[in-house]
């Protein structure tokens, strides 16, 4: 078997189905062998932030890594924001990233670039296989790499001539490695600490987001401790029947008022808070003054099973009520956010999958759906928007059979519009509705928050994308994705009844106020 | 002043009259300085590809560079593989990247990442302005920096902090560095070498692709020297009266063949040739057996006077003839990339600009246009697709009385698809020419020089772009370009001509064969 036969077979044998790719000439022994690993579903991508979200949606369904395919140092940084996105959300991933020939390095050749320099900030492990009888071993060992301790998007390098040479070695079974546990003397400590604060909180991320994880928070919250989430995380259940912890405000003055009188922070698969920007005489830590930090573990720990010996620890049994199913009713008149939450509430099928990178408009449909039908609800955990779409291609391809529901805004979906193509292509199951205000309605309040001043009419440019303003159902349904645009709530209700209704992929534009 | 203020009046001092620009959160400083700063032309784009590659065109057409604002370590990656593409046409360009503020870092928020690294690789010079003192002595350094002595793309990293404090102070005039000469023992030994050579040839690139560099070019065409350039370069003058040198060709055995017998090679404003990737036993390295290589420069070198120095030293004063204008008669029957050439030959306007990012269907484009009224060739310097749209944004915006020509295919046209947008915004006056063919055609052709195999279903889907096909005119339409598909070449003839008669932006699908 050649190199190219030998990488993909390993990935295959360890569990991966999925390659999200976006192909050059360098790779194309990677192609075939491709076309021969019929465990693989290769999945074609326009460009490679589509790939990469899609890996990190993929990633986070699954809790497996997917495989991408990207050519050389540019196709790497063409998908590269996206992996800086699912770095943050702790994604498992595998980026094989195709290189001339070794040989052919020295020439500097028009597409070299220093790969190594340029993936590695945002790989937690990175290799190149410079011989062919590495191909397998490394596959392998990237494979166990991308869990971690703290699971992230690994980088395997694959140079032209391994992948084509013959005497490729398969790499033998990799072990995953485990999330650590937190120490019984720290949970001792905690549950000490929670004994004699007066007002104690418990920050979670990671598995504390599981239903398992939430059930043990219920314990918690019972016993009288504030469970709160981090503002972004990679994935939370969430729905009827689901313990509903607070969440992280997204401003830090706000979230500072809400954090205000708590006297012990309890950390479970998170780190310290710190806002999203620094703001002229905001804080940037948002710890209050006096409080306590006592740390249980970060990403690299389980923290369901920190909550669950926290606990215990406390003789916590029963857990606080979870709100039953409460659908609202139809929403009526002029379309907003708040609407278009009503209508995600009412019709959003059990153990949909909703992928959130509406900026400034998703926190309605959020607060909307705590009611609603079980499900699960992704983040912009890293801040780089043009993650929503690609992240619902890579669930759909992940969980077949669930419902994706895409939130985005025009702003944000403009970044990885490629990504309906695939949805196309693929037949996926994914609704996308895209919040159409033609502004960057964040960056509106952003600029008068940062103290920036009034904004001139060059300022105004730069944050409207109004002027043109982008027709979505055209552009959508140029890309093979059938498409509506609604401005009243009415409208949108059945619209968005209608796809819940129906499988594969549409997109609705949600006419909103700039 | 505040530090942006500094930073942004102190670019303009240098002769800065463009930012492209997708900002965030921490660059709100930068954008109403912006407003402030009414000698730079501030240029919306919805991904940062395409501001970076705006970049490019413009420098490419200017000489000088344009600033792009990103948004953080994210911005630059989305923005990083047509910095490549700019480094490798040896472009200035100063890419300003906002980051946290420099307290704001150590808490680690969603969006920090390590800009040094990820961007260090494709910066000839970066540095970022950790005080608000340091922002307009560091925006004239990165200025003059990004003239080299190799022309290139530069990073300024501002801190969100150093951006808003008041106490910017503006950077004093910076000298703006030259190209090399060749030293003229080196003018004499070459001269030399070709007095004893029976096949000698000059591969030129740099400003030796200029129209003075072309004129001596021809003086030593005539004194019997072949004359080639590299495949790719970053812009070169041609057309009626201007003198056509030959180019390197893509493939290495087409390359190889075409040398035959070349017994001296001089470089002038160029490297030793390179196979753009390897193959399984194929050179790499693009120069006869034998055949000995003299250095006269690389891009650090002003090639034009090299080439006029040698001339000199050969006594070569004569010039070889230029092809007169010649037009081609209309073209008709199926449209394909030939029909599409004698399109553009019979009615590109006097000093045009093309950008070429066609692939596989600009060869018989270009190979027409050799007698057309004379213009620029812009082409595809770093291998990285996509770039084709954005570089005609920026040509346009740098020269806005000329026509510009984007002829891009299907493959490479999505990748930055979004720079339609901006082109509508601007109304800038770029026709864009896409080969719609459904398939990456180059990849079915390397697909079998490579080697690997026949395709089997899944490597076949890899390569093909159909299924859903791209609807071009309802996707360029949707972003506010105007636009027609068009399958006959009678058709295609009225439509370009009909496009050159006019101004602003618009886009014709050319549907070839696949």
């Excluded at 494979?143 to 391994?162: H, R, T």
């Excluded at 502004?439 to 002027?467: S, W």
Aim: net charge negative; hydrophobic share 45%; with cysteine.
């Amino acid at each position: 078997m050649t190199g190219a036969d030998a990488l993909v077979s390993t990935l295959a044998d360890h569990g991966v189905t999925a390659c999200f790719a976006n192909p050059g000439t360098s790779e194309m022994h990677l192609v075939t062998a491709l076309d021969r690993e019929t465990r693989i579903n290769s999945v074609l991508c326009l460009f490679e932030g589509v790939a990469t979200g899609a890996a990190d949606g993929y990633g986070r369904v699954k809790g497996e890594p997917a495989m991408t395919l990207l050519h050389l140092g540019a196709g790497y940084l063409n998908g590269g924001a996206n992996i800086h996105n699912a770095k943050r959300a702790k994604t498992p991933m595998v980026n094989v990233i195709g290189d001339h020939a070794v040989d052919h390095r020295k020439y500097d050749a028009p597409l070299n670039s220093d790969i190594m320099g340029l993936a590695g900030p945002n790989s937690i492990w990175i290799k190149s296989a410079d011989s062919v009888g590495a191909t397998g071993k490394l596959a392998a060992e990237a494979w166990a790499a991308s869990f971690g301790p703290e699971p992230g998007p690994v980088s395997l390098i694959l140079p032209a001539d391994s992948a084509w040479t013959e005497g490729g070695v398969k790499g033998g079974a990799a072990r995953r490695p485990s999330l650590r546990q937190t120490p019984p003397e720290k949970i001792e400590a905690a549950a000490a600490a929670i004994g004699r604060a007066s007002q104690p909180v418990i920050l979670i991320n990671g598995t504390a987001l599981s239903e398992e994880g939430l059930g043990h928070a219920a314990r918690l919250k019972k016993a009288g401790i504030r469970i709160i989430t981090d503002t972004f995380y990679a994935k939370m259940r969430r729905g009827a029947g689901v313990f509903a912890p607070d969440r992280m405000q997204y401003f830090a003055e706000g979230a500072m008022d809400d954090l205000e009188g708590s006297d012990v922070m309890i950390l479970a698969g998170t780190h310290k808070p710190a806002a999203f920007f620094a703001y002229p005489g905001k804080p940037s830590l948002l710890v209050p003054e006096g409080c306590t930090v006592l740390d249980l573990g970060g990403a690299d720990t389980d923290s369901a099973k920190t909550l669950a010996a926290l606990a215990d620890a406390m003789g916590a049994h029963e857990a606080a009520p979870s709100a039953p199913l409460d659908k609202p009713d139809a929403p009526t008149g002029a379309l907003d956010a708040r609407a278009v939450g009503k209508s995600v509430a009412r019709h959003m099928p059990e153990n949909a999958i909703v992928s959130d990178d509406g900026v400034s408009n998703s926190m309605p449909v959020f607060l909307s759906t705590i009611k609603a039908e079980p499900h699960d609800w992704m983040g912009l955990t890293g801040g780089a928007i043009g993650q929503g779409l690609p992240l619902a291609l890579g669930a759909a391809v992940a969980a077949p059979d669930r419902k994706v529901i895409a939130l985005t805004g025009d702003g944000a979906g403009m970044y990885t519009v490629q990504a309906l193509w695939s949805m196309a292509r693929e037949q996926t199951d994914v609704t996308t509705v895209v919040f159409v205000n033609h502004t960057y309605r964040i960056l509106n309040i952003e600029l008068a928050r940062t103290g920036a001043g009034n904004p001139g009419p060059t300022a105004k440019d730069m944050l409207e994308i109004g002027g043109p303003d982008i027709d979505w159902v055209s552009l959508s349904e140029s890309m093979g994705v059938p498409a509506t645009a609604v401005t009243t709530a009415e409208d949108f209700d059945a619209a968005f009844e209608d796809a819940m209704k129906q499988t594969g992929p549409r997109l609705i534009a949600a006419i909103v106020p700039g």
